[in-house]
């Protein structure tokens, strides 16, 4: 733990790194309770404010880690990561545009914050808060001030991938593996460009590394799973969906694509509940017909 700039006393310092600790191992109530205590015998103590706020934040206390943010910012208005977590909160209770002027602000204090433009990017892709084309520009950046930072690849090339450029999203996914083989989601990039590709059979490769990687993402079972249903697989498809849905039942696009499979089966009634259940969950979630 640092001291910050205003030399916290040494009994305030080990409360804090107690509570760091405790962070760490998870017992996030107890680091709470060390945190309170190294605040209040020094307020201006920053380091401390946001390790109050990531414990908060994985209790789901969202509004009470904003106001360990806030005091951070009141603290110190240039305070370029209070900035950036505090986006990240309000990401998660649904405030995206305001999430965007939070990494603003963090961007105008440090025009070189990579994660900043990164969260920027990704919020305006899945969230449909921009266009993609503004996304990429975010990515952009971030690759500028890192070029080996895999998920700008990523973003980027899904990016591209919506805009139909799909030879261009697939050199960025290629580099997002070179720079790490074992990025799951560079692998399910790929996997999604040779199906769009009509590569079937490799894009189940690439689906199939990334399952290997994580079976607990749905995004590469879902992937796997429209590669098989193209392929006339349906069986096996199936199988797909419904592991991608046994590790999280309200992924809306696993739902969809069964939906669809189902109805292709002409299964209608259980197509249209999945089809239902999927919008209800997401309303802009897509469905392709086999």
């Known amino acids: 733990m640092e001291r910050g700039s205003l030399n916290p006393p040494r009994s305030a310092i080990k409360w804090g790194q107690k509570g760091y600790k405790l962070l760490r191992n998870k017992r996030f109530e107890e680091a709470i309770e060390c945190f309170d205590k190294a605040i209040g015998e020094f307020r201006d103590f920053v380091e401390v404010w946001h390790f109050?706020?990531?414990?908060?934040?994985?209790?789901?206390?969202f509004y009470e880690a904003i106001k360990c943010l806030d005091t951070i910012i009141e603290i110190d208005p240039k305070n370029k990561l209070a900035y950036n977590s505090k986006g990240l909160v309000l990401s998660y209770l649904g405030k995206f545009k305001e999430a965007i002027g939070c990494y603003d602000k963090a961007l105008g204090v440090d025009p070189?914050?990579?994660?900043?433009?990164?969260?920027k990017g990704l919020i305006v892709i899945t969230h449909k808060l921009g266009t993609y084309n503004e996304a990429i520009e975010c990515f952009e950046?971030?690759?500028?001030?890192?070029?080996?930072?895999?998920?700008?690849?990523?973003?980027?090339?899904?990016?591209l991938g919506e805009l139909g450029k799909v030879n261009e999203a697939m050199e960025c996914f290629d580099e997002a593996i070179r720079i790490n083989k074992k990025d799951v989601f560079a692998w399910a990039g790929k996997g999604e460009c040779l199906g769009k590709l009509?590569?079937?059979?490799?894009?189940?490769?690439?689906?199939?590394?990334?399952?290997?990687?994580?079976?607990?993402?749905?995004?590469?079972?879902?992937?796997k799973g429209v590669?098989?249903?193209?392929?006339?697989?349906?069986?096996?498809a199936m199988k797909c969906f419904d592991a991608a849905l046994k590790v999280d039942p309200r992924f809306a696009v696993a739902l969809s694509y069964k939906g669809d499979l189902l109805e292709k089966l002409e299964k209608l009634e259980e197509a249209k509940k999945l089809h239902e259940?999927?919008?209800?969950?997401?309303?802009?979630?897509?469905?392709?017909?086999w």
Request: hydrophobic share 40%; glycine share 10%; net charge positive.
């Open 112 to 119: 070189m914050f990579l994660q900043a433009w990164y969260n």
């Open 277 to 289: 259940q999927a919008i209800k969950i997401l309303p802009s979630v897509e469905t392709v017909k």
């Open 198 to 223: 009509g590569q079937l059979e490799e894009a189940t490769d690439c689906f199939d590394k990334a399952i290997k990687m994580d079976k607990r993402d749905p995004s590469g079972w879902t992937g």
């Open 227 to 236: 590669a098989l249903a193209k392929l006339g697989r349906y069986e096996e």
């Open 52 to 61: 109050k706020a990531v414990a908060l934040g994985f209790l789901y206390r």
């Open 141 to 159: 950046k971030a690759i500028g001030i890192d070029e080996k930072y895999v998920h700008a690849w990523v973003g980027k090339g899904l990016c």
